[in-house]
């Protein structure tokens, strides 16, 4: 135990030196508070949880409610996880000389994940509700095994999140198979095919019933620590590290956008760099996880009306290229300089973007293409929604990215990192995503909507046959303040 204290104090010594974390110090303070404020909300759920469910279900016990909404709620943990929760690491290789076992540098590693504000926020609800409806209704005996099986399915969903996330670096193909599991699951449950709410109710219940019960998520935290575990030690040193990489980078080969010119070969070198580096992926991670937001809004409530389907299908479509595009040209940040230097004109170099957005678009699209299932309105507004991407949006976001001329850290990932984010990144949101809706507004008062989505897919079709002519733009504004994003990038 003394050594992974040893550990745990010089991870601290690290991060508390660290000159990030004296940069950030203001960023942090705000954190700080957020986790303070949706702590307390989340407190207050907890303890009026009982009443809620008792006035919302006046004719089902309140525990059995709740109980009823858990395995959702642990899909969605799973989901938010995913795009949230950073890998735990620790720098192996000073460690490796010293006499200092690989199991000890493992388990540390693995029980820092831990520590992590998903696997503690939840106690804030979950305990409240244990003493205001389950330790009266079933004893505290029961109820500390109910507690215990909670809190092993966090852990079982925080090491199982650690697991496919690092397969997603070697192998994909299991990354991609769980997710559409999770996916199916959802699907099925939105359709009527099976039904999770009774499928939880029965499950949670039966561990108040039973609580011998509770071994089975403890049996399931093992297998999954276990995975972990062996992962870790057959990917410990930096030699086998080495070798990993390389074949990734070798298997990266674009050869076939050569036949593209000039152009080609700079979508091939962004392909590279997206592939090569940890924020890149996870900002493509994000932007695909978000092709499901369709779930939370194609319902009948939503489904009468246009905006919002029109709002969630300009999201769904462009979101990939919402969250690359904010930081053009800062993902060359680190070689900017000698980016300049090149014989690559600054238009070459935005039209090789705009020609790597318009693909990934339409891909999106054709995903989306399954919704059309719940209505046909859908896949005309996401059609509509597709051109405005290709012929507007993509250019207010080449617009903006002039504006941003902080430095990008590639080896970070995406999640909770507010580095080179700055003011310009919130204010393209606001014309990126309303700018449709004022454009179809008029038409929705007038009682013609359809008209209103013709309009809209309309225009980005004639700024898609413009787009020389936007590009220029683009790149007379980059010619303006090229000097002033170098000066910027040389900012570590």
């Not at 507004?441 to 004639?462: C, D, K, R, S």
């Amino acid at each position: 135990m003394s050594i992974l204290f040893t550990l745990l104090r010089q991870q601290w010594k690290e991060n508390k030196r660290s000159s990030v974390f004296q940069k950030n110090l203001g960023i942090n303070i705000f954190i700080g508070l957020l986790v303070l404020y949706f702590g307390a909300i989340f407190l207050s759920l907890g303890f009026l949880a009982d009443n809620l469910l008792a006035e919302f279900f006046p004719d089902q016990n309140v525990v059995t409610a709740f109980n009823s909404f858990l395995l959702f709620y642990f899909l969605t943990d799973l989901f938010t996880r995913f795009m949230l929760q950073e890998l735990p690491v620790l720098a192996i290789q000073p460690y490796l000389h010293l006499p200092v076992p690989k199991s000890k540098l493992i388990h540390f590693v693995l029980l820092k994940s831990v520590t992590s504000l998903f696997n503690f926020i939840v106690l804030l609800v979950f305990v409240p509700f244990m003493v205001e409806a389950v330790i009266p209704a079933h004893g505290a005996c029961m109820a500390a095994a109910w507690l215990g099986a909670l809190m092993g399915i966090t852990l079982v969903n925080n090491f199982l999140l650690l697991y496919f996330k690092r397969l997603l670096t070697s192998n994909p193909l299991y990354t991609l198979v769980f997710g559409l599991a999770i996916a199916s699951l959802m699907l099925l449950d939105y359709m009527g095919a099976i039904s999770l709410r009774i499928a939880s109710s029965e499950a949670f219940g039966a561990v108040l019933a039973q609580p011998w019960l509770v071994a089975v998520p403890v049996l399931l935290l093992v297998v999954v620590y276990t995975l972990n575990f062996r992962y870790l030690k057959g990917h410990l040193y930096p030699e086998e590290l080495a070798v990993h990489q390389t074949k990734n980078a070798s298997s990266s080969n674009f050869s076939f956008l050569d036949r593209f010119g000039i152009t080609g070969k700079l979508i091939a070198l962004e392909l590279k760099l997206i592939w090569r580096h940890k924020r890149t992926k996870s900002t493509v991670l994000l932007s695909s996880i978000f092709l499901l937001y369709g779930f939370l809004f194609y319902k009948d409530s939503y489904l009468d009306g246009f905006a919002m389907l029109l709002f969630v299908g300009v999201f769904t479509t462009g979101m990939f290229m919402f969250n690359y595009g904010q930081f053009i040209p800062a993902w060359q940040s680190a070689h900017f300089d000698a980016l300049l230097t090149k014989r690559i004109s600054p238009y070459q170099f935005y039209l090789a973007k705009f020609w790597l957005f318009i693909p990934v678009m339409g891909l999106a699209f054709l995903v989306t293409l399954p919704y059309g299932l719940i209505s046909y309105k859908i896949i005309l507004i996401n059609l509509a929604a597709l051109l405005f991407n290709m012929g507007i949006n993509v250019f207010i976001v080449f617009y903006f990215s002039v504006f941003n001329s902080k430095r990008l850290d590639l080896a970070k990932g995406a999640s909770f990192n507010w580095q080179g984010v700055g003011a310009s990144n919130f204010i393209q949101g606001i014309p990126l995503l309303l700018l449709p809706l004022l454009i179809y507004a008029p038409f929705g008062f007038l009682g013609i909507p359809y008209w209103g989505v013709f309009t809209i897919g309309a225009l980005g079709l004639v700024g898609f046959i413009f787009r020389k002519q936007l590009l220029l733009l683009t790149v007379k504004r980059f010619e303006e303040n090229k000097y002033k994003l170098a000066t910027g990038f040389r900012v570590s």
